[in-house]
């Protein structure tokens, strides 16, 4: 921090700290628009180079600064959606959103040390593993625009300034956005039942029991893994309750090193396998009344750096 960031009275200026608060919504906003943990916070460190590069005198003319910190933000995101598109295409086996962890902290080195709340990622229905997979069928314009206005509620005439189309053609995308939306089936299990049924799932996987799998599972469910070639995994779904519990039966998890430990996965129930302290993979669910649907387990040793330490 240098001198110039200080009053009169030696304490962080007050439109310093009003810049730095934002920092949490930069994240939750990134996030959401990428699905990656590691690329939010390279928006979030980008958007605040380009703020600190302007002129005090610059940054005095700015009225709102956390509105020009989201739209700087939006607009970065917008632009990496497209070339992720790209990049996915080349992309190893299946591509799932990097899972959270309940606790995640966001300070440099993801340490689990103490940080103040304001840091940490809101955990709720937006970020929850089902909900990004449909982000990701979304068009850039449909993702930036949806989330800012039915998850962040910004005005669409705000939304249409961030994202450099008039407040009609923003509604047009939102629309279009929210009728992907619909497609899914809303859940209709409470947290609890959800946390029973991963918890039967862990009891039934470790005892390689499949018919117990079997019966946890959807008949049209589907498993996905995630190890991005650096790890094994497979390179398409598998599909249906019989093939995905004789799969889950046949894997690694009964070994007697690995551990499976219930955990909160983007804000919903979810496991993680761990050997001597280090995460292997975490699985998210999506379930539907008594029956598991879809699991996505992320093997991906890059997307698991924030479950391992």
């Not at 799932?96 to 709720?124: C, F, K, N, Q, Y």
């Not at 005005?155 to 923003?170: K, L, S």
Request: net charge negative; aromatic share 6%.
């Amino acid at each position: 921090m240098s001198t110039q960031d200080l009053s009169e009275d030696g304490q962080v200026d007050p439109g310093l700290s009003a810049v730095l608060s934002e920092r949490r919504q930069l994240i939750n906003l990134a996030y959401r628009f990428l699905g990656s943990v590691a690329d939010a916070e390279d928006v979030v460190q980008e958007t605040y180079a380009r703020w600190y590069a302007l002129s005090p005198k610059e940054q005095e003319a700015i009225a709102a600064p956390g509105g020009w910190l989201t739209k700087v933000a939006s607009r970065i995101c917008l632009d990496l959606l497209g070339s992720a598109r790209a990049r996915r295409e080349r992309y190893v086996g299946e591509w799932v959103p990097e899972p959270l962890p309940g606790g995640m902290e966001w300070i440099s080195g993801r340490s689990h040390t103490a940080v103040d709340p304001a840091d940490r990622v809101t955990l709720d229905e937006s970020v929850n593993m089902a909900f990004l997979v449909v982000l990701e069928s979304m068009t850039p314009a449909e993702r930036v625009v949806f989330i800012l206005h039915d998850v962040f509620h910004y005005a669409f005439a705000e939304v249409a300034e961030i994202v450099g189309r008039t407040p009609a053609a923003c509604r047009k995308l939102a629309s279009s956005a929210r009728r992907r939306i619909s497609t899914q089936p809303a859940p209709v299990t409470t947290q609890s039942q959800r946390t029973g049924i991963v918890r039967d799932f862990k009891q039934a996987w470790e005892a390689k029991d499949i018919e117990a799998l079997i019966g946890l599972l959807d008949p049209d469910a589907t498993a996905i893994t995630d190890g991005g070639g650096l790890v094994g995994a497979l390179l398409h779904p598998v599909e249906g309750g019989e093939q995905v519990a004789r799969f889950f039966a046949g894997s690694a998890a009964g070994a007697p090193e690995v551990t499976i430990v219930e955990c909160a996965v983007n804000g919903q129930p979810g496991l993680v396998l761990q050997r001597a302290g280090t995460t292997l993979s975490v699985l998210a669910f999506d379930v539907a009344g008594d029956r598991i649907t879809r699991i996505w387990a992320v093997l991906n040793p890059e997307k698991l750096r924030p479950w391992t330490g």
